[in-house]
């Protein structure tokens, strides 16, 4: 039983883990005003690029970085498209969306056989001596890669700079208040690129973790809805860091649960099972944690021209 209870809730955490990241990053693309539908493009095009990277140089880590590169690229163009341009946010997160599915399938037919990339090098995993060995915790917390000791030191961090710092407070009060925020000399423009590429560095990464840990391979449409998985979880998490993180890790251990309750054989039709994760997300959407709030400003682009003289 302490074996099932250990595995399951490792394999929760691991699958959150891509979840998380995207999440993470959509948090800052939209605690500065910019609506990012775009975290399913940014995961699958980190996905293709962490494959491409690591299947034709065998290493692991330079997939990592491309996934974090190409991840950037994507949203620096939806920074591009929202903030300068002035495009209907929800309109440039579906366009990215729907061209990041047609890029990765059409190119990963091209580089892979049969539009698949497999025999992925991993990334192995670090156990932390001495602490590895606690009972359930230990295989938990301490015996993970690398990615996922990033990403618990990610959740402090961003916390600390959000809520704690003056870099965090102008983050805040673009998505808030841009107009108060301009007229206090910090530039919104600014501030929302960053935001937006640095949301699309952290799904990318997510993206990374999702074929190079997750499943070690590549294949078309391989992110299934997970980036607007990670949407709901930012909903449920309210724009929260940590509580974002704990949101993500429900819909892992939904997703989970749904797994080992198929491994049992159980007299349910699997179609059921698959849904769980999308029906939690959609509970979340329609508020079943409560009303949510976002940033005032979210989704609505920002006019400098438009000020009150």
């Known amino acids: ?3 099932f209870l250990t595995d399951y809730l490792v394999a929760s955490l691991r699958l959150s883990v891509p979840l998380a990241f995207a999440a993470l990053g959509g948090l800052l693309s939209e605690r500065s005003g910019v609506l990012n539908i775009a975290l399913e ?3 699958l095009s980190g996905a293709f690029a962490s494959a491409v990277g690591a299947f034709f140089t065998g290493n692991s880590w330079i997939g990592i970085l491309l996934a974090i590169f190409i991840g950037g690229l994507v949203g620096i163009l939806h920074a591009y498209l929202c ?3 002035r495009v209907d946010q929800l309109v440039s997160g579906l366009a990215i969306n729907l061209t990041a599915a047609g890029l990765t399938s059409f190119w990963a037919r091209i580089l892979f056989n049969s539009g698949q990339a497999q025999s992925l090098p991993s990334i192995n995993i670090i156990g932390i001596p001495g602490l590895k060995n606690i009972p359930i915790i230990g295989d938990i917390l301490f015996n993970e890669d690398p990615l996922v000791y990033l990403l618990f030191l990610l959740i402090p961090l961003l916390t600390y700079i959000l809520f704690c710092t003056s870099i965090g407070l102008s983050l805040r009060a673009v998505g808030e208040y841009p107009r108060a925020a301009d007229t206090a000399g910090i530039s919104v423009k600014l501030m929302r690129y960053v935001a937006v590429t640095l949301s699309g560095c952290l799904a990318g990464l997510g993206g990374a973790y999702l074929a190079l840990v997750h499943v ?3 294949v078309e449409d391989m992110s299934a809805g997970k980036g607007f ?5 930012l909903i449920f998490g309210r724009w929260h860091p940590v509580s974002t ?3 993500c890790l429900l819909f ?3 997703e989970a649960l749904q797994l080992r309750i198929q491994a049992f054989n159980l007299n349910i039709p ?3 099972l698959v849904m769980l994760p999308y029906l939690i997300a959609l509970f979340a959407l329609v508020g079943l944690a409560g009303k949510s709030t976002p940033p005032a400003s979210l989704g609505i682009p920002y006019i400098p021209e438009s000020r009150d003289r």
Do not use: E, P, R
């Open 83 to 85: 903030v300068t341009l």
């Open 245 to 247: 993180f704990f949101a």
């Open 1 to 3: 039983m302490t074996n």
């Open 41 to 43: 493009g940014m995961l």
């Open 229 to 233: 998985i990670a949407l709901a979880a």
């Open 252 to 254: 892992g251990a939904t």
């Open 216 to 218: 070690k391979f590549f």
């Open 270 to 272: 699997y179609q059921f």
